[in-house]
Protein backbone atom coordinates (compact mmCIF):
# COMPACT_ATOMS: atom_id res chain seq x y z
CA UNK A 1 0.00 0.00 0.00
CA UNK A 2 3.09 2.77 0.29
CA UNK A 3 2.37 2.82 -3.53
CA UNK A 4 -0.94 4.56 -3.19
CA UNK A 5 -2.06 7.82 -2.39
CA UNK A 6 -5.24 9.34 -1.62
CA UNK A 7 -6.02 13.35 -1.90
CA UNK A 8 -8.73 14.57 -0.23
CA UNK A 9 -9.63 18.10 -0.24
CA UNK A 10 -12.83 20.68 0.08
CA UNK A 11 -13.56 24.28 -0.17
CA UNK A 12 -16.66 25.80 1.56
CA UNK A 13 -17.22 29.26 -0.39
CA UNK A 14 -19.35 32.02 0.58
CA UNK A 15 -19.05 34.79 -2.83
CA UNK A 16 -21.37 38.33 -2.11
CA UNK A 17 -21.42 40.84 -5.36
CA UNK A 18 -22.91 44.52 -4.43
CA UNK A 19 -23.01 47.20 -7.25
CA UNK A 20 -24.55 50.38 -5.34
CA UNK A 21 -25.90 53.18 -7.50
CA UNK A 22 -24.16 56.70 -6.74
CA UNK A 23 -26.09 59.02 -5.22
CA UNK A 24 -25.68 61.94 -7.94
CA UNK A 25 -26.91 59.56 -10.94
CA UNK A 26 -30.17 60.68 -12.41
CA UNK A 27 -33.37 58.53 -11.13
CA UNK A 28 -31.46 57.52 -8.19
CA UNK A 29 -34.24 55.87 -5.62
CA UNK A 30 -32.87 55.66 -2.23
CA UNK A 31 -35.37 52.87 -1.42
CA UNK A 32 -33.68 50.78 -4.24
CA UNK A 33 -29.41 52.11 -3.73
CA UNK A 34 -28.43 48.39 -5.46
CA UNK A 35 -28.04 48.10 -8.91
CA UNK A 36 -27.02 44.31 -8.59
CA UNK A 37 -26.96 42.29 -5.36
CA UNK A 38 -25.92 38.45 -5.53
CA UNK A 39 -24.82 35.95 -3.08
CA UNK A 40 -24.19 32.28 -2.97
CA UNK A 41 -23.73 31.18 0.72
CA UNK A 42 -22.47 27.45 1.84
CA UNK A 43 -21.11 26.46 -1.64
CA UNK A 44 -18.96 23.08 -1.18
CA UNK A 45 -16.79 22.00 -4.07
CA UNK A 46 -15.22 18.56 -3.40
CA UNK A 47 -11.66 17.29 -4.63
CA UNK A 48 -10.23 13.42 -4.67
CA UNK A 49 -7.50 12.49 -6.48
CA UNK A 50 -5.37 8.82 -6.47
CA UNK A 51 -1.89 7.95 -7.58
CA UNK A 52 -0.21 5.01 -7.81
CA UNK A 53 3.46 4.19 -8.17
CA UNK A 54 4.34 1.86 -11.03
CA UNK A 55 7.99 1.88 -10.34
CA UNK A 56 10.89 4.59 -9.45
CA UNK A 57 10.16 6.41 -12.70
CA UNK A 58 6.23 5.69 -13.54
CA UNK A 59 3.01 7.02 -11.81
CA UNK A 60 -0.56 6.66 -13.13
CA UNK A 61 -3.21 9.03 -11.37
CA UNK A 62 -6.91 9.70 -11.31
CA UNK A 63 -9.31 13.27 -9.94
CA UNK A 64 -12.14 14.33 -9.58
CA UNK A 65 -13.34 18.01 -8.67
CA UNK A 66 -16.33 20.11 -9.28
CA UNK A 67 -16.26 23.94 -10.62
CA UNK A 68 -18.11 26.76 -8.93
CA UNK A 69 -16.68 29.85 -9.97
CA UNK A 70 -18.74 33.36 -9.46
CA UNK A 71 -19.08 35.76 -11.82
CA UNK A 72 -18.84 39.59 -11.63
CA UNK A 73 -19.30 40.48 -15.50
CA UNK A 74 -22.86 40.84 -17.15
CA UNK A 75 -24.12 39.53 -20.34
CA UNK A 76 -25.70 42.27 -22.95
CA UNK A 77 -28.61 43.55 -21.34
CA UNK A 78 -26.83 44.15 -18.06
CA UNK A 79 -27.77 41.34 -15.91
CA UNK A 80 -25.39 39.28 -14.00
CA UNK A 81 -23.45 36.26 -15.76
CA UNK A 82 -24.49 32.75 -13.60
CA UNK A 83 -21.63 31.35 -11.66
CA UNK A 84 -19.41 28.63 -14.01
CA UNK A 85 -20.35 25.26 -12.70
CA UNK A 86 -18.80 22.05 -13.89
CA UNK A 87 -17.42 18.91 -12.72
CA UNK A 88 -13.41 17.60 -13.89
CA UNK A 89 -12.11 14.58 -14.83
CA UNK A 90 -8.38 13.63 -15.15
CA UNK A 91 -6.36 10.61 -15.66
CA UNK A 92 -2.74 10.13 -16.53
CA UNK A 93 0.82 9.25 -16.17
CA UNK A 94 3.19 10.51 -14.90
CA UNK A 95 6.92 9.94 -15.10
CA UNK A 96 10.09 11.43 -12.79
CA UNK A 97 13.80 10.82 -13.53
CA UNK A 98 17.36 12.33 -11.98
CA UNK A 99 15.23 12.00 -8.48
CA UNK A 100 12.91 14.95 -9.46
CA UNK A 101 15.46 17.20 -10.12
Known sequence: MDDLS?????????WKYTNKRLSSHPGY?????????????GVFVPYAGV????????SVYGSYTEIFKPQNRK???????????????????????????
Open 6 to 14: VILGSRWSN
Open 29 to 41: DPAKPFLDNRKHN
Open 75 to 101: DVSGSLLDPEEGKNYEIGLKGEWLNGG
Open 51 to 58: VYDLNSNF
